[in-house]
């Protein structure tokens, strides 16, 4: 279909405007939301993760993509509902206290309701109550914490901590990433999965609930 | 030999006594005197005194004067935090330039105005009394693209950049101008080298044609600004897939501290045979992970960093970033005594 081709090169190129034309325009054709949202735009955030994991784009588009991606989903959000279509799973993702940092985090939110997964996104200078709470709140499948700096990194421990204090930890896969992480941090403080970057994050998360 | 022979002989290729060392020492020296992060980042008479502390505790080959990536920012009028316990920075909610509209308005400021800026001529000028004939002091000071996203935001400067190219080169050029000045003042205190931070320059986060077109002849003229007054340039950037070719280019640097591999190089051994005749490499002991690995870990990658790359001169044993400011003293002695017992020519 030519319109969902055009919404998944405006998203690529990050043009806001050319994803709300082209999604105006497929739904006066009658085309099906979950078909927009899955031929015009998530697949067009699948070609983002694999150009980003492979060094073909950087930060900048994948940024821009995402505020297409945001807009889309404005455009698009109350169609899908209205269609009762369901995310694939729930994350919960935030970055540590004392951490305020969020491009990463926001990169990471965005693939993964790219890969068609709702996410609750609690902002950045997040307490560890505030995780369990959130966890308690939204049973999401997937927690997913971010921290730039090695002085936050370790606040990470004191969430998983708090969400096995809470009776929790069984019921939330735990990913963990940032540019100061490394594979064995993750190990030593108990988390189920490190990622290096944002693409990797969705695939890592898909695996966890396909 | 004194730490400034042997830091020349390395910068100039030669093998010295050993390899220098210096473990990126910087907020983590506050310890040393007492002294919380706020009142060591801005009372320039306690961060020197940490720094002479360190430098003669440790034994340290090199004193490089980061303090934190806020310094230039806050003179510009960026709102900054300064945390108790760690680097300060932007009030990330609170930022100067709130539109594209006003990066493009964004004018120089005068050296004379500031107060950061000047807070850090007089540490190097201390410093340079204090201990310049025998320790190397480099002054620390951040790219322009890097100052300009303190002020902005630096998701909100990303997007700017496609949004609006020839904007962000107006605030570029203008924050360019101001570290101009500042170079001056720092060179009159006669520092032997300035160090500047290319923070974007790497795969980590824009491709290397955008970093050649934004701040590649901003940094090109600083680092001619730099030889003019007889210091040298070194280049510290932690990003991964760092762009040494371009950055060699835009400033003919005589050293690049750095974590990771270039983008061009798959191996330590292809890195110093493609670079190690250009510059001399400092790193790269990933200070993220002193927070979990164990003494012997730690001899073990100090023995492999020393084994790829000391051949010959030119290479520096030292943190890829700052040593944790919050971390024991414990790794920075290994570091060390690694580096005049293995690292011995």
């Keep these: 279909m030519q319109v969902l081709q055009a919404i ?100 990471v939110r965005m693939m993964m309701e790219g890969a068609g997964f709702e996410v609750v996104d609690l902002g950045i200078d997040v307490a560890a109550e505030r995780f369990v709470e959130a966890v308690q709140e939204h049973q999401p499948d997937i927690l997913g914490m971010s921290a730039l700096l090695t002085t936050t990194m370790g606040e990470m421990k004191a969430v998983i901590d708090a969400v096995a204090d809470a009776g929790l930890r069984d019921q939330v896969k735990i990913m963990v990433g940032g540019a100061p992480l490394t594979q064995s941090f993750a190990d030593q403080i108990g988390a189920d999965v490190y990622c290096k970057n944002a693409a990797e994050a969705a695939s890592a998360a898909k695996q966890l609930v396909l | 030999m004194k730490p400034i022979e042997r830091v020349t002989l390395t910068l100039q290729h030669k093998e010295a006594d050993r390899i220098p060392v210096y473990p990126l020492m910087c907020g983590v020296a506050r310890k040393l005197v007492g002294a919380p992060y706020p009142r060591w980042s801005t009372d320039m008479d306690v961060c020197a005194e940490a720094y002479e502390k360190v430098t003669e505790e440790f034994d340290l080959d090199i004193i490089c004067t980061l303090i934190d990536l806020s310094v230039e920012a806050a003179d510009f009028g960026q709102p900054i935090i300064y945390p108790e316990n ?18 493009n308005a964004l004018q120089p400021i005068k050296f004379k105005d500031s107060v950061r800026m000047k807070g850090m001529v007089k540490l190097c000028d201390r410093l340079m009394k204090s201990k310049g004939a025998e320790v190397p002091v480099v002054a620390f000071v951040f790219g322009p693209l890097g100052v300009l996203s303190m002020m902005r935001g630096q998701a909100n400067l990303f997007m700017d950049i496609l949004d609006d190219p020839d904007a962000v ?63 040298q340039v070194m280049i510290h950037n932690c990003g991964n897939g760092i762009y040494f070719d371009a950055q060699i280019e835009a400033m003919q640097p005589t050293a690049i501290s750095f974590l990771h591999l270039p983008d061009d190089c798959q191996s330590p051994q292809e890195l110093k045979e493609k670079y190690g005749s250009k510059v001399t490499l400092i790193g790269r002991i990933p200070p993220t992970w002193l927070l979990t690995c164990t003494q012997e870990d730690l001899e073990e990658e100090c023995r492999r960093e020393i084994d790829d790359y000391k051949a010959g001169g030119g290479f520096i044993l030292a943190t890829g970033c700052e040593y944790p400011a919050n971390l024991g003293f414990e790794h920075a002695r290994t570091m060390v005594r690694m580096a005049k017992e293995y690292g011995k020519y």
């Design chain 1, 8 to 107: 998944s090169q405006a998203l690529q190129r990050g043009d806001v405007n050319g994803v709300r034309q082209g999604i105006a325009t497929a739904l006066g054709e009658g085309i099906e939301p979950k078909r927009i949202l899955e031929e015009g735009m998530l697949s067009a955030m699948d070609i983002i993760g694999v150009k980003f994991k492979n060094n073909e784009i950087f930060v900048p588009e994948v940024l821009i993509a995402a505020r297409a991606m945001n807009a889309g989903m404005e455009a698009l959000k109350p169609k899908l509902v209205e269609a009762g279509i369901k995310p694939i799973g729930k994350v919960v993702i935030g970055t540590v206290k004392g951490d305020l940092h969020d491009i990463g985090k926001n990169m």
């Design chain 2, 169 to 231: 080169k107006n605030g570029v050029a203008a924050v360019t101008e101001t570290l101009l000045e500042y170079i001056d003042a720092l060179a009159a205190t006669g520092v032997p080298a300035v160090m500047l931070d290319t923070l974007f320059a790497s795969q980590s986060i824009m491709r290397k044609s955008m970093w050649l077109e934004f701040e590649g002849p901003y940094v090109k003229r600083i680092a001619e600004r730099i030889r003019e007054h007889g210091a």
């Design chain 2, 86 to 103: 760690e680097a300060a920075h932007p009030d990330f909610h609170n930022y100067m330039l709130k539109s594209i509209a006003d990066i």
